[in-house]
Nanobody, 120 residues
Framework: QVRLVESGGGLVQPGGSLRLSCAAS????????MGWYRQAPGKERELVAR???????NYADSVKGRFTISRDNAKNTVYLQMNSLKPEDTAVYYC??????????????WGQGTQVTVSS
């Protein structure tokens, strides 16, 4: 069984910072990419940032220059450093990993989500 466990969400004032973490565990053979998505009330889930095995990244236009994704391959952990937060960043943030689990084909796995609220 594979798990993605997120941490680091919370309430922050506009202009503040938060750092999200997501650790993958279980019968993992390989991780191709890890990323963060978010879903605000009444909106569809959207990609925030993604990092691939070689280190290449891509970001949503709305977070470029403010958010930074990084990865610790030895710990199967992905981070999202969020700076200059805005109220419109308020959402549930979900960790995603494209992984190969022993005995299975590559598949997408999701964390349980962590709430980020930006409000004064």
């Amino acid at each position: 069984q594979v798990r993605l466990v997120e941490s680091g969400g919370g309430l922050v004032q506009p202009g503040g910072s938060l750092r999200l973490s997501c650790a993958a565990s279980g019968s993992i053979f390989s991780i191709n990419a890890m990323g963060w998505y978010r879903q605000a009330p009444g909106k569809e889930r959207e990609l925030v940032a993604r990092i691939r095995n070689g280190g290449s990244t891509n970001y949503a236009d709305s977070v470029k220059g403010r958010f930074t994704i990084s990865r610790d391959n030895a710990k199967n952990t992905v981070y999202l450093q969020m700076n200059s937060l805005k109220p419109e960043d308020t959402a549930v943030y979900y960790c995603n990993a494209r992984m190969v689990v022993y005995g299975s084909w590559p598949n997408d796995y999701w964390g349980q989500g962590t709430q980020v609220t930006v409000s004064s």
